[in-house]
């Protein structure tokens, strides 16, 4: 039965004929795996990422699915789809179709979302766009390394969509169109989860900040919260958008550690904090260019003392120390200083800024005890 349903498949699509385009599906790649996954990604700097579309199609009377694809290892949403449905493309593309990919963003970073609270409309609804990819027009396949403006959109997370044009059909995977939808069926504010999505975390060297940067793009909800109260629903959890606490909830989730009992305390619980958190917390002041203790002791970034996934705090201003850089120019100097670079959410979505403009000149400084 397997081998008349390829050679069936095999010679109409050769042919060319009845070919009904059902959907797309994007699959990638990640440095040179067995497998082509359809599913979402969290990849590391560095990682080889390709891109590759699957045209998923009916073929004369076949009750069965089948699959053009340059690859023959294929999980289709979860799905190992057997080798035998799956079909080279030689005579398709040989007959040019058309193919455009786009990349999906929120429509703005920088602007603070609120979740209302009404019954009817409860939650915040995030705009996106699709921004075409021009340079990729055309290809079957492309290295993510290719996107233009690849730097500034990574580390961080971005969505992709791609459309197909053949013989008068056309057929795309999901897009800006597809939102998440809870169970009474009310928006919850940001895209599908089967939409692509793809993140690239940070190269820091402190896994903490690497993950906290791969959630950069995602926008600002001030109150990001969970329609049922769990965790595993929240807003951030789903990649809808979140706040600095549920961002660095995540990022700490994701590297390996759970820091759920602190939930929307970071990065000091309100009760007996030194218990908790076993952490030690300074006062710093600028003096010149660079910061100095209550003592005038000079803060010396490593390790064992303050350094990079450690918290810096003034009022409710809250940031995470990302880069060490000197005052008088873009190199380290292992010592804490205005020009030095730190990660929060100022008006928008995680972004990169200077401590001395952004946090002001007397800071509390946090480290936690047990290191990332």
């Known amino acids: 039965m397997r081998l008349k349903l390829t050679l069936v498949f095999c010679l109409i699509v050769n042919a060319l004929a009845q070919i009904d385009l059902q959907r797309v599906h994007i699959v990638t790649n990640i440095n ?17 990422v390709r891109l590759a579309l699957v045209v998923e199609a009916r073929v004369a009377n076949l009750y069965s699915s089948l699959y053009l694809s340059p690859y023959r290892n294929l999980v289709i949403e979860g799905d190992t ?52 990819i021009t340079s990729w027009n055309d290809q079957w396949e492309v290295l993510l390394s290719s996107l233009p403006e690849y730097d500034s959109y990574f580390p961080g997370t971005v969505w992709l969509k791609v459309a197909v044009a053949f013989k008068g059909q056309y057929c795309e995977s999901r ?13 919850y504010g940001g895209l599908s989860p089967q939409i692509m999505r793809l993140t690239v975390k940070g190269h820091t060297g402190n896994e903490f900040v690497n993950c906290l940067m791969g959630l950069r793009n995602l926008p600002c909800i001030a109150n990001a919260n969970s329609w049922n109260g769990y965790w595993v629903d929240h807003q951030t959890k789903c990649w809808i958008g979140g706040n600095f606490h549920s961002f660095c909830q ?34 710093a002041y600028i003096n010149g260019d660079e910061y100095l203790l209550d003592n005038k002791q000079e803060i ?22 990302y880069q060490d850089l000197s005052s008088l120019g873009n190199f380290p100097n292992q010592k804490l200083d205005g020009n030095d670079l730190v990660l929060g959410c100022w008006n928008g979505a995680l972004s990169i800024a200077p401590l001395l403009p952004t946090m002001g000149d007397s800071l509390v400084l946090i480290k936690w005890q047990k290191r990332w």
């Open 250 to 283: 995540l990022a700490g989730e994701m590297a390996g550690r759970s820091l759920l009992k602190y939930f929307n305390q970071f990065p000091l619980p309100a009760l007996n904090a030194y218990q908790l958190t076993n952490y030690w917390g300074k006062m």
């Open 175 to 187: 897009g800006i169109e597809s939102h998440y939808k809870l169970p009474d069926g009310k928006d």
């Open 32 to 48: 040179q795996a067995s497998y082509e996954r359809s599913s979402n990604q969290i990849v590391a700097a560095g990682d080889v």
């Open 300 to 321: 010396f970034l490593s390790a064992n003392t303050f350094g990079i996934g450690d918290f810096i705090v003034k009022g409710q201003n809250q940031a995470i120390f």
């Open 81 to 132: 789809i057997e080798i035998e449905r799956v079909a080279t493309w030689r005579t398709f593309t040989s007959n040019e179709p058309v193919i455009r990919w786009y990349l999906i963003l929120p429509g703005k970073l920088d602007t603070v979302y609120y979740n209302q609270g009404n019954p009817l409309a409860p939650w915040a609804v995030i705009p996106y766009r699709e921004i075409p």
